[in-house]
């Protein structure tokens, strides 16, 4: 491996300035005004992919955002991973909170700070560098690697189910490899073997038919912010935590022996987490530790809720709506679909009849996922994190959702190794997001070395 390191090492400045100019691209996907610049950022993967010499690079259009595919020169009796990553970026606000722009990516204390440096922009340019240092310091890539780039993961990768199901043959792989998530720190690697889905609603609680003076009208008719409150008590108990939807728990799959001991032996410690949060005390399902309550069990969470007078001073109103967005986070084997079903249906089980209540499913929905850790390509990840790191990985559950993962099981039949270098306090979603340079450095050899281990598998 010497030999790809040193080329590595030579081309640090020019690899770090190159990952600039893609994180310089405000690929925002859910917003309509940057659908130009999401298409820039196509294009700018699709030229890279070329340039690292693979074949048949094609930006595919979709309803909405195009996805970008291509493949290493074929080598016959190796083989077959698909790497699958993201292009597109979560909105940058609030602006105020950056210490440098968000689309004007700058080096502090060697980490490079921007929208997109760590989730995903940064992890997908790792995989592009290794295909370029296999040809240009060996020629070639020694496994056949095929490579999927969307530019709808932050929106829920609405276009890329259908779009996967009609390239069955073009994505035929062994294993899929996704850097996306991140590890337990600099120098305690993690696997992630667990992702959670996820299912969201929002939910409009009205009462008159226009907003009221509080002093002629209040105390005769309903208040919509105060229903909705009850309403929202009514699907989780303040003091367990517990969700009291009807079923929500019943396809919830037990912790086994099994993954009480894999979280057992994943390091982690409560107060330095807590601490982290900044908040005053930890909270979460009564019965179970962090580690199963953010990776393991399902939550419901209120992600907004408006209504009523929100300015300045005092004004005495009583409004006629009241309003929340929704997101429930779940684990195997809860399937998504049937979860907001539930949920729909037990918020208007509970909502009383002096308000009127209308619940809106969410389209953009995505399934939990739970690798088995194994199988082969897990193994030779494990062997490549162990050659750069010095220490075996950890296999840790992640909270947060990667829609496709499930899909890549389900329609490809094919396992995902989630094998990510970001660190916890990267700041996805957050202002002044970044991505740590030692990480940037770990990952082009880690994933080197698993192109390595997985040709060596094959001899
Ligand atoms: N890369 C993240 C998933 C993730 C989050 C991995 C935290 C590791 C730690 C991904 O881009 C993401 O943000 N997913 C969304 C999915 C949603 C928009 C459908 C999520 O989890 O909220
Ligand atoms: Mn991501
Ligand atoms: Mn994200």
């Known amino acids: 491996m010497k030999d790809i390191f040193d080329y590595f090492a030579a081309q640090r400045d020019r690899h770090v300035a190159e990952l600039c100019t893609f994180l310089s691209i405000p ?3 859910t917003r309509s005004e940057h659908k130009g610049d999401v298409a820039r950022a196509a294009t700018w993967v699709a030229s890279s992919l070329e340039r690292a010499g693979l074949e048949d690079v094609v930006i595919n259009p979709t309803k909405g955002h195009p996805c970008v595919t291509g493949h290493t020169p074929h080598v016959a009796g190796a083989p077959t991973v698909l790497v699958y990553g993201h292009y597109d970026v979560q909105p940058p606000e609030p602006l105020e909170l950056w210490k440098s722009p968000a689309f004007a990516p700058e080096i502090r204390q060697g980490r490079i700070y921007a929208r997109g440096a760590a989730d995903d922009k940064g992890q997908v340019f790792l995989h592009l560098k290794v295909l370029e240092a296999y040809k240009a310091v060996r020629g070639g890539c020694p496994i056949n690697v095929k490579v999927l780039i969307e530019g709808e993961e932050e929106i829920g990768s609405p276009n890329l189910v259908p779009f996967v199901k009609a390239n069955k043959k073009l994505l035929a792989c062994d294993a899929v490899i996704v850097s996306d998530t991140h590890m337990l720190g600099v120098n305690t690697p993690s696997i992630t073997v667990g992702l959670r889905g996820l299912a969201a609603l929002q939910m409009t609680v009205r009462a008159a038919k226009s907003d009221l003076h509080s002093g002629t009208f209040g105390g005769g008719v309903a208040n ?37 001991k894999a979280l057992a032996l994943v390091p982690h410690d409560d107060a330095a987490w807590l601490k982290s949060t900044g908040a005053p005390a930890l909270f979460g399902e009564a019965g179970f530790g962090t580690l199963a309550r953010i990776g393991a069990r399902p939550t419901f969470e209120i992600n907004g809720m408006w209504g009523g007078y929100t300015g300045e001073g005092v004004k005495t109103v009583l409004p006629s709506e009241a309003h ?37 499913i969410d389209k953009n929905m995505g399934s939990p996922s739970f690798v088995d850790p194994n199988f082969p390509a897990m193994a030779a990840a494990a062997r490549a994190v162990e050659r750069v790191f010095k220490k075996a990985p950890a296999f840790t559950r992640e909270g947060g959702s990667i829609p496709i993962v499930a899909d890549f099981e389900r329609v490809l039949g094919r396992p995902t190794v989630l094998l990510g270098f970001g660190l916890p306090d990267d700041g996805l979603h957050a202002p002044n997001e970044k991505f740590d340079l030692r990480m940037f450095d770990k990952g082009v050899r880690t994933l080197a070395c698993l192109i390595d281990e997985l040709a060596a598998a094959q001899r």
Do not use: N, T, W
Request: a positive charge.
């Open 27 to 29: 690929s925002v996907s």
């Open 224 to 260: 919509p912010l105060q229903v909705l409150a009850e309403i929202l008590v009514g699907c989780k108990d303040p003091k367990s935590g517990k969700i009291k939807i009807p079923g929500f728990y019943d396809q919830v799959r037990k912790l086994g022996a099994a993954d009480k």
């Open 324 to 360: 929340a967005k929704i997101s429930m986070r779940l684990v195997p084997d809860q399937d998504p679909r049937e979860i907001v079903k539930l949920a729909k249906a037990h918020i208007e089980a509970i909502a009383p009849d002096h308000v009127k209540v209308d619940v809106r």
